[in-house]
């Protein structure tokens, strides 16, 4: 008496023999299953041909994200282009903050754009862009090792926006000269989600390090 077949043995079995339907052609039209698209059964080559579909649309769908990411990407490298230009272009050093901010605001589209500096040569100690900064502003910018994107936690570098109250969501750029940081930037959107925690963070970084390379010629 034979013993009874469980459905894992016959699965084991025809993968240790894979010529088995090349000895039995006729099964391939007999074999009858469910298929999950259209609830009708189906030919094991009707299903295996929906298997390939799926999979082949799903590598469709994979290859369009690919491509809107590269899309966003080069575009966002052509306005840093754009935005790295204009810092160039700025030969007084005295207007380069607002040139850094000005820029950033009209080239990104960000709705606020602010920063502070401190530590600047005494001819510029007076100017808007080193006023009300705390100490505990200045320890803040020594603790980001990367910038900081997420809700607006009530902090004190969003309170320099001209419009602190309507940013739902900020991103905060430390700007440094080797290890020692000497300025934050700021950047503002009423739109909760323009900068979230999960966003990838590699132009902000060069943002970061450009604006500080450029803003560097203030420091006393």
Known sequence: MNAALDSDSVAQYLADHPQFFEEHVG??????????????????????MEVMRDKYRMLELRMAE?????QENATIANKFHAWTQALLRERDPATLPRT????????FQV?????????VNPAHAGDWY???????????AASLRAPYC?????FEAVRWLDDAAAVQSTAILPLRAGEAA??????????PSRFTAAMATDFLVHIGETASAALAALRA
Not at 66 to 70: C, H, K, P, S, V
Not at 111 to 119: E, M, N, S
Not at 130 to 140: C, H, K, P, Q
């Open 66 to 70: 690919l491509i809107r990411l590269a």
């Open 150 to 154: 997420g809700s607006n936690n009530d």
């Open 100 to 107: 850094v901010t000005v820029s950033l605001r009209e080239i």
């Open 111 to 119: 709705p606020q754009v602010t920063l502070r500096l401190w530590d």
């Open 130 to 140: 080193t006023a009300g900064v705390s100490d505990d502003a200045r320890l803040f």
């Open 182 to 191: 000497f300025g934050l930037l700021i950047l503002g959107s009423p739109d």
């Open 27 to 48: 099964l391939l039209g007999q074999v009858k299953l469910s298929s999950p698209l259209t609830g009708k059964t189906v030919s094991l080559q009707e299903r295996q």
